[in-house]
T-cell receptor, first 114, second 110 residues
Framework: NAGVMQNPRHLVRRRGQEARLRCSPM?????VYWYRQLPEEGLKFMVY????????ESGMPKERFSAEFPKEGPSILRIQQVVRGDSAAYFC????????????FGSGTRLTVV | KQEVTQIPAALSVPEGENLVLNCSFT??????LQWFRQDPGKGLTSLLL?????REQTSGRLNASLDKSSGRSTLYIAASQPGDSATYLC?????????FGKGTRLSVIA
């Protein structure tokens, strides 16, 4: 039973390019959460999705960032026109239900913008 | 707005010592509290989950307690080992998705 799978593990983008981060939740989990960890900072909530629905995007920057969780396939966090300040570790977590017995996190994607 | 605070920010202890990490949260209306471990450059490993109706959970040398009414949790590590060196994160879930503290960076010196 594979855990939460994130890819790629490391991603390097030049300023102005697009970054696409993928997250496959644990089997049987239909709720996905994205978090960002900036260097020397805590983990900050970005967005919460269920299949085909964005439930809470209160932590998403207003511009350049978007997320989806289609009916088939992984959840995608998309960052357009990346800037150096987007360099961070992006973690995905999944739960079975909204009030689940704990979050399971993936290993993260480390984005470096050069 | 839920806020989670962890004290101390960093801790260095000799091997074999028992230690306590503290976590406090401002909104007591939580579903559960989770303690995680994060090694440098790695992901998060869940250590213990305490549901809001529970007072404590134990796993091996780890024991976590929860006092929901006072908004506090402690993580007790017995007989610390160098392999316990990592950052320990406390997080609570409630009306909002999981909210994290900034963590306690633990170093266990051999």
């Amino acid at each position: 039973n594979a855990g939460v799978m994130q890819n790629p593990r490391h991603l390097v983008r030049r300023r102005g390019q697009e970054a696409r981060l993928r997250c496959s939740p644990m089997k049987g989990h239909s709720h996905v959460y994205w978090y960002r960890q900036l260097p020397e900072e805590g983990l900050k909530f970005m967005v919460y999705l269920q299949k085909e629905n964005i439930i809470d995007e209160s932590g998403m920057p207003k511009e350049r960032f978007s997320a989806e969780f289609p009916k088939e396939g992984p959840s995608i966090l998309r960052i357009q026109q990346v800037v150096r300040g987007d360099s961070a570790a992006y973690f995905c977590a999944s739960t079975r239900d909204r009030d689940d017995y704990g979050y399971t996190f993936g290993s993260g994607t480390r984005l470096t913008v050069v | 707005k839920q806020e989670v605070t962890q004290i101390p920010a960093a801790l260095s202890v000799p091997e074999g010592e028992n230690l306590v990490l503290n976590c406090s949260f401002t909104d007591s209306a939580i579903y559960n509290l989770q303690w995680f471990r994060q090694d440098p450059g790695k992901g998060l490993t869940s250590l213990l989950l305490i549901q809001s109706s529970q007072r404590e959970q134990t796993s091996g040398r780890l024991n976590a307690s929860l006092d929901k009414s006072s908004g506090r949790s402690t993580l007790y590590i017995a007989a610390s080992q160098p392999g316990d060196s990592a950052t320990y994160l406390c997080a609570v879930s409630g009306n909002t998705p999981l909210v994290f503290g900034k963590g306690t960076r633990l170093s266990v010196i051999a």
